[in-house]
């Protein structure tokens, strides 16, 4: 037979129990210690990495099925991608800078830094239209193409176009959190969840760099 | 509460990646102009372009420095997605092999 005590001392335990339950359930403890806008980029991220490996996939099938598969990228033009790589890897280790210091408070320097990296962005856009726009000027189009199987220029178009779309969505995003943050109205943890979504745009690019272009440069 | 995770990776590792990752992609290129086999091109470019983003989400997204819970979470059923995806290239290879002996 218990004591009363006992029964005190289960009671409140009981009690805490439910007390923590309620915190836990309310909202009151982070399971992952990280703020719930950051867990909600990285479950995004994860859900738009598997859109870009279906397009990967897909790219890599046919790349691979298909013997006369146009080998249009001359010397000039993986320089190009190789600068467009270059760009990108700094743009991601400035924004790595504005991360660091928004999170000291520095507000002027992590504004800095993120106009930066969005400057990086624009650059990468630029290059990539050029060479955009010399596979047009060479005749590369969705269903068609001078040197081989048609699904080429649907294949390189669909793929570098989804990227470029989300780099072009990545720069306006960096300068609303520039904004955003300059003016106040959003905290060191927003330019980091918009630091995690950059650095995202940079890691599909590791992948399109050596798939769409490396791997269809023209050999002397 | 608990709070977040401030451990980060110093000035020295981050720009220790930033020329690792030059440095593989400068082996990329290189890679691009030997004359290799397709297939053993594809398979050593995708290994290095892995390594590559697996340095990414570690030090530039600081993955590495977050709790294991949240790793545990989103990269296994991630990997697992993905080497599902990987079964369509015994195909692609069939189809080029057939499409080899039509020519």
Redesign the interface.
């Known amino acids: 037979m218990s004591s009363s005590s006992d029964v005190v001392g289960g009671v409140h335990g009981q009690a805490e129990s439910t007390t923590a339950k309620l915190s836990f359930w309310d909202g009151g403890s982070l399971p992952y210690s990280i703020p719930s806008k950051k867990l909600g980029m990285w479950l995004f991220i994860v859900s738009d990495a598997i859109t870009f490996s279906a397009v990967i996939f897909a790219y890599g099938y046919l790349r691979l099925a298909a013997p006369d598969w146009p080998r249009p990228f001359e010397t000039s033009s993986i320089v190009n991608a190789t600068v467009m790589t270059f760009v990108l890897l700094s743009s991601s280790v400035v924004m790595v800078l504005a991360v660091r210091a928004s999170s000291q408070g520095k507000v002027g320097s992590a504004v800095g830094w993120l106009l930066a990296t969005a400057l990086g962005g624009v650059l990468f856009d630029i290059l990539h239209i050029r060479e955009w726009l010399g596979l047009i000027h060479e005749g590369v189009r969705p269903f068609q193409n001078p040197w081989g199987t048609p699904m080429f220029g649907a294949a390189f178009f669909t793929m570098t176009g989804l990227h470029m779309t989300h780099v072009t969505i990545g720069v306006i995003y960096l300068l609303i959190v520039a904004a955003g943050y300059r003016a106040k109205k959003l905290s060191p943890v927003d330019v980091e969840v918009s630091g995690l979504y950059w650095h995202f745009v940079d890691l599909v690019w590791m992948f399109i760099f050596p798939l769409v272009y490396l791997l269809s440069a023209k050999m002397a | 509460?608990?709070?977040?995770?401030?451990e980060?990776a110093g000035f020295k590792v981050?720009?220790s990646v930033?020329f690792g990752?030059?440095g593989l992609?400068v082996c990329?290129?290189f890679?691009?102009?030997r004359?290799l086999p397709?297939?053993t091109?594809?398979v050593i470019?995708?290994i290095?372009?892995v390594f590559?983003?697996a340095l990414?989400?570690a030090y530039?997204?600081h993955l590495r420095y977050?709790?294991p819970?949240?790793f545990v979470?989103?990269i296994p059923?991630?990997i697992f997605?993905?080497g599902m995806?990987?079964v369509?290239?015994a195909?692609?290879?069939r189809?080029?092999h057939m499409?080899?002996l039509i020519?």
Do not use: C, G, P
């Open positions: 509460m608990h709070m977040e995770n401030t980060t981050i720009f930033w990752l030059l992609t990329e290129v890679l691009a102009y004359a397709l297939v091109m594809f470019l995708m290095l372009s590559k983003a990414i989400i530039f997204m977050e709790q819970s949240l979470t989103l059923a991630f997605v993905i995806m990987t369509i290239f195909d692609s290879s189809l080029s499409r080899s020519q």
